[in-house]
């Protein structure tokens, strides 16, 4: 009967105190798992942001601006910013990696159409019509033949930088863009209803190249910030094209120049 009772005593203490310590023991939770930092080396934004969150960890990016001399350049991995390939760290923790900028890939400029129409109208007495390219001059003004008269216009919503008088980066890309577009474009329409002049006495207008809003694609490629005002009919496109041309950290955003010289302020 003792040996029993002894035997009940020992197991009733056994379970007391598994049941105790169990109970005090801090449960494991996921921000308790520790994670080392995979190499991200070749990897795209999408690629990097998929395989950090499958580790359970949250990312954060930002842009490393270096010298890109090939398309193939853009969106790839440069570095974890404050982190090490190999460092552990807790589930949960948002690292913060570092890219190259990404490619251009938004463009609304095509789906836009004349608003009026230009057919036998003349720009200097209806603020819309035909005209064809005297010369280009930067990546925001040209001037145009308009009938017999040399038209000089200033680009509405848009201010490139410099590339004549001052020199800044970017400025001799956006005056070579826009001038490759007016010299093949086989129709061009300048538009203003309001037939406005900027201080330097040059037609402010909205430019259209073969049915294409020349100035919102100076937007979308970044070689400018939009400048409109809110009574634009084209406000939206403008506003929601710098935002989608600033997620890519090109040109005007931050992105290094090739052909410019920063040190001297010229180009190369």
């Known amino acids: ?69 090939s398309a193939l350049q853009y969106d790839c991995f440069i570095d974890y910013n404050g982190y090490q390939v190999g460092e552990s760290v807790k ?18 400029s095509n789906t836009l159409s004349f608003p009026y129409d230009y057919k036998d109208k003349n720009f200097l007495t209806d603020g819309i019509g035909e005209v064809t390219l005297f ?8 001037h145009f033949y308009c009938g017999n008269e040399v038209v000089k216009v200033r680009f509405l919503g848009v201010d490139t930088p410099e590339s004549t008088k001052q020199k800044e980066a970017w400025g001799k890309a956006a005056s070579d863009f826009t001038a490759l577009i007016l010299r093949n474009a086989e129709t061009i329409v300048l538009e203003n209803i309001e037939l406005s002049k900027d201080v330097y006495d040059r037609y402010l207008a909205y430019v259209w190249a ?9 937007v979308e490629e970044a070689y400018s910030d939009p400048k409109i005002g809110l009574d634009s009919p084209y406000f939206e496109y403008f506003m929601q094209a710098g935002v989608e041309a600033k997620k890519t950290g090109r040109r005007v955003y931050g992105e290094i120049d090739p052909h410019y010289d920063y040190e001297n302020k010229r180009f190369k």
């Open 135 to 142: 010369r280009s001059i930067d990546g925001d003004t040209a």
């Open 1 to 69: 009967m003792m040996k029993k009772f002894k035997t009940f005593i020992l197991i009733y203490l056994l379970l007391f105190n598994l049941i105790f310590v169990s109970g005090c023991t801090a449960p494991t939770t996921s921000a308790d798992v520790m994670v080392e930092l995979p190499s991200l080396e070749g990897m795209t934004r999408e690629q990097i942001k998929y395989t950090l969150e499958d580790l359970g960890l949250k990312c954060r990016f930002a842009f490393q601006h270096i010298n890109i001399t």
């Open 210 to 218: 073969d049915g294409v809003l020349v100035n919102l694609q100076l």
């Open 91 to 108: 589930k949960g923790t948002e690292i913060s990696v570092l890219t190259t900028e990404l490619p251009l890939t938004y463009k609304n």
